[in-house]
């Protein structure tokens, strides 16, 4: 059974930093992309970032220049890096990959959000 584990959200001020982490693990032959989603309060779930097992990667507008977001292929794990948080980017931040598990086909997954907080 694939799962993805995310880590690193919190509380932080206007102009710091935070480092996410997801882990996929279980009976994994392969992922395509891997990427974070946020949720902020009455809003709609949105992309940050994704990036391909090559590495191509594509932000949204809104955190270009601020998030990076990289990846391990060899321990299947995604970060994003966020620096000169805004109170804006305040959400819920979720992982997301497109895995083909053993014996199964491609599929997408989802970790189960962390909760990340900036204040002004």
């Known amino acids: 059974q694939v799962q993805l584990v995310e880590s690193g959200g919190g509380l932080v001020q206007a102009g710091g930093s935070l480092r996410l982490s997801c882990v996929a693990s279980?009976?994994?032959?392969?992922?395509?992309?891997m990427g974070w989603y946020r949720q902020a309060p009455g809003k709609t779930r949105e992309l940050v970032a994704r990036?391909?097992?090559?590495?191509?990667?594509n932000y949204a507008d809104s955190v270009k220049g601020r998030f990076t977001i990289t990846r391990d292929n060899t321990k299947n794990t995604v970060y994003l890096q966020m620096n000169s948080l805004k109170p804006e980017d305040t959400a819920v931040y979720y992982c997301?990959?497109?895995?083909?598990?053993?014996?199964?086909?491609?599929?997408?997954?989802w970790g189960q959000g962390t909760p990340v907080t900036v204040s002004s």
């Open positions: 997301a990959a497109n895995i083909r598990p053993v014996g199964g086909a491609w599929n997408n997954y």
């Open positions: 279980g009976t994994i032959i392969s992922i395509h992309y």
């Open positions: 990036s391909t097992h090559a590495g191509d990667t």
